[in-house]
């Protein structure tokens, strides 16, 4: 959700560096959390650390990670990501596509970015985040949760993903899924089998979309 509602992964990865020199005295370029996009807090921290073979408390370093994007973000709400904001409003106005927020990260974190950006939480009937999931992506459980909740089967459901790892997870869901180049490159989110690719949402509109997937 990060790199597609709202351009936070440079935060993110930003507050999660200083979480690990601030608790273990340990230096990680930010760069390096960009691997464990999509994958749910707890192994967007463990993963770094296993590479670079530091033990650490997962619940004190997701908290603490939590606490300085907060910090980060204090200067006020983060603008939306270009053309999310009309493509929302044709979905709503069409009366025949239902929005649901699919994310693996805390809802806690992830309701203020949301709200932040001018969207409304009542825009979106369905939120599935990831203390409802036990599995993360790339595991399709948390977009079948999100079909389930819809009732909608998963070739009626397109997914808007940012990281390899969620589109992984949308297409193993059967789901079609628009690749956004915010966090990897057209090629990177090619080959993990998105169906369309875009450098902005400004290059989407209800009606391609709807063209484009048969739906």
Same mark, same amino acid.
């Given at each position: 959700m990060d790199g597609v509602?709202?351009?936070?992964?440079?935060?993110?990865?930003?507050?999660?560096?200083?979480?690990?020199?601030?608790?273990?005295? /340990?230096?990680?370029?930010? #760069?390096? !959390?960009?691997?464990?996009?999509?994958? %749910?807090?707890?192994?967007?921290?463990? +993963?770094?650390?296993?590479?670079?073979g530091v033990a650490i408390d997962t619940e004190a370093a /997701?908290?603490?990670?939590? #606490?300085? !994007?907060?910090?980060?973000?204090?200067? %006020?709400?983060?603008?939306?990501?270009? +053309?999310?904001?009309?493509?929302?409003?044709?979905?709503?106005?069409s009366g025949r596509v239902t929005l649901a927020i699919a994310t693996s990260g805390r809802r806690e974190k992830q309701v203020p970015v949301?709200?932040?950006?001018?969207?409304?939480?009542?825009?979106?009937?369905?939120?599935?985040?990831?203390?409802?999931?036990t599995k993360k992506k790339p595991d399709p459980q948390i977009y079948r949760?999100?079909?389930?909740?819809?009732?909608?089967?998963p070739k009626r459901c397109v997914v808007v993903e940012d990281a390899p790892a969620g589109i992984q997870a949308a297409r193993a869901a059967g789901m079609w899924c628009l690749g956004l180049t915010t966090s990897a490159s057209p090629q990177t989110l090619e080959q993990a089998g998105a169906d369309w690719v875009v450098g902005s949402l400004e290059e989407v509109s209800l009606e391609t979309l709807e063209r484009r997937f048969q739906l």
């Open positions: 509602i709202a351009d936070t992964e440079t935060l993110n990865a930003r507050a999660t560096a200083l979480m690990f020199k601030e608790l273990y005295g /340990v230096t990680i370029a930010p #760069e390096e !959390f960009y691997a464990y996009i999509g994958m %749910g807090d707890e192994r967007y921290v463990q +993963g770094p650390a296993e590479k670079h /997701v908290a603490r990670r939590a #606490e300085n !994007f907060l910090k980060l973000t204090a200067s %006020g709400p983060l603008p939306p990501t270009p +053309g999310l904001l009309e493509l929302a409003r044709q979905a709503r106005e949301i709200e932040g950006t001018g969207l409304k939480l009542e825009w979106f009937p369905v939120f599935i985040s990831g203390e409802q999931v949760l999100a079909a389930e909740a819809l009732t909608l089967p």
